[in-house]
Structures are given as structure tokens and as C-alpha cells.
């Protein structure tokens, strides 16, 4: 029998059932929406100027062993395929739009070349960890990915700092004529501060069956990560646009952050689950 502490999130024959909205021919105005279809054709769709912030989680292309040669004709196909909508991103965003780009360790070079070669500005490389999965025996177990953090114009994007400090414990906690210098008390009675928060995410999870947010997407980003991309890189009422869905992790987070989202997804059942969980966030 189910656990009753699972609280993935699953379709039922009724939810399977529901229609999900095609890409239409041409795209006008843009409306909160997941839409059915292939992210390269969604983004010569788009008007110019759609998106202030993306958020790109593209398939990785796991499972290449290089010394096969049909693995080396899938690598260079994948690698053509990426080169095709990076390029495409541009023309679809403001000029003070930011980018986050997820990639595993093995593409991780090649896509910091792609951004750079389209002219965008790497900001910074985020390794999160990416703590699943099993351990290996003749190699270090893959514990991290990585997210290239790219802006248009080096000079203008938004980056609210405040929004996204994290709390650390204070070791010594100094005092300046009595009064704690940067420094409080928290609930449990420690010292603690806000500092800035670092390039290297250590305290994500990967959505697991006893957290509300999980689904049976077998690559959903953690809710807090998205979080953390939009809450700096974006404000409010401002659009940011997934172009590989999934789950619609971005998409919930960004409707509950008061942002407008535009999402793509080629499987009509990953929409499926989007929409049920956006449904989930209007219940509250
Ligand atoms: C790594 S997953 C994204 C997971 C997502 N971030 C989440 O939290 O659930 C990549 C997704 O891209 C979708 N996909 C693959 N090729 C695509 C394409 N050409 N256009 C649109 N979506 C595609 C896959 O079906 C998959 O759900």
C-alpha cells in the first residue's frame, strides 16, 4: 500500500484527459501559459523583446559513452541542437534580460562557449548540489551540475541582492559600543546574519516522493533553486520564459513570485502535471 506521507503529485484518468494549448502559428500577445510544442519553434514564434528573464533546463543527453561511434554521432547532433536555440535566445528578450542555463559537467565548457559566442555576458558559473543517484565504483560519484548565469548587457540587469541573502550561524558574534555588529539573534537564541549568497548551492534538494512539490518527472529542479534565479534576476510583473518545462517548476514559482511565465514542453503529460500544480497554487 501508498505511503500516505507520498505526496507526489499524479495524474489521474481525468487529468489525462484535459487538452493542453498547442503552439499557435503565430504568437501576438503573450498570456500565462504552458504551450505544447518544440522550443525551437516557440522561439521564432515569440515577438522581439518577450522575455526578461530565462530559465533554460534543456535535456542533457545523459548515457554518451565517447568511445562508441554512434554515441560521437548523438554528441554532435545534441551539440548542433543546443548551438540552434541558444542562438535564437536574443531576438525574444529585452536588453537587460539575464539567463540561467543548466547543464551537466560533460557539456558544461561547451555551453559557457555557445553563450559567450552569441554575444551574451557570463556573470558568474553556479555549481549546485545535486545530491541523488548512485555511487560509482571506479569513478567519483556525480554529485553536482552546473548553471551558467549570462546577461545581455553587463551594465543593466537586475539583480536584487536583498532578496536572496542567506542566513549563516556567527562564529563570533562582535559588538560595536554594546550593539551586535551585523549580527541578531534568531529563533533557536543564535547569533546569526544575512550575507551574500555564494556561487556554489549546497542546501537544495532534489524533490523527493514525501515533498508537496514532487511529481514523476524524472529531472524536476528543485522549487527553492528556481526561487533563488527568479527572486534576483527579476521583479515583479516582469516575464520569464522556460523554454524546456518539464514539470513547470519555473512556472509555479514564478506565478507565486508575481511574475508572468511562458512555458514549452514537447510532452503533452509533463503539461499535464504543470497545470495541475499551477491549479494548486491558486488553491493556496
Ligand atoms: C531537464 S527536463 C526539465 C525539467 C524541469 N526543469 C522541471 O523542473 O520539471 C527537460 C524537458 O525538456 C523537454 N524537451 C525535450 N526536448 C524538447 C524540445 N525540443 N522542445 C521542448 N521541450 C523539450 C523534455 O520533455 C523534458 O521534460
Sequence with gaps: ???TLNKTIRLTPQDRNSPVKRLPSRLHKLSDTIYCGDAIEALKKFPPQSFDLVIADPPYNNGVDFGNK????LEH?????????I?????????????????????????????ESIGLYIIN???????????????WKQNMEDVWFAVKDPKHYTFNIDQVK?????????RANGKPKDWYINESGEAERLTHP????????????SMPENTEHPTQKPEA?????????????????DLFSGSGTTSVVAKRLNRHYTGIELNEDYIRVAMKRLRQENNG
Design 1 to 3: 500500500m501508498a505511503s
Design 70 to 73: 554512434s554515441d560521437k554521432q
Design 77 to 85: 547532433h545534441y551539440r548542433v541542437w543546443v548551438k540552434q536555440w
Design 87 to 115: 542562438e535564437l535566445l536574443p531576438r525574444v528578450t529585452t536588453d537587460t534580460a539575464s539567463f540561467y542555463i543548466c547543464c551537466d559537467w560533460v557539456h558544461s565548457g561547451f555551453f559557457q562557449e555557445q553563450l
Design 125 to 139: 558559473r553556479i555549481t549546485w548540489k545535486r545530491d541523488k543517484g548512485r555511487g560509482a565504483k571506479r569513478n
Design 166 to 174: 542567506v542566513k549563516k550561524n556567527v562564529i563570533a558574534p562582535y
Design 198 to 209: 555564494s556561487n556554489i548551492w549546497t542546501d537544495l534538494t532534489v524533490p523527493f516522493w
Design 225 to 241: 533553486m528556481i526561487e533563488r534565479m527568479i527572486e534576483a534576476s527579476s521583479m515583479k510583473g516582469e516575464r520569464v520564459f
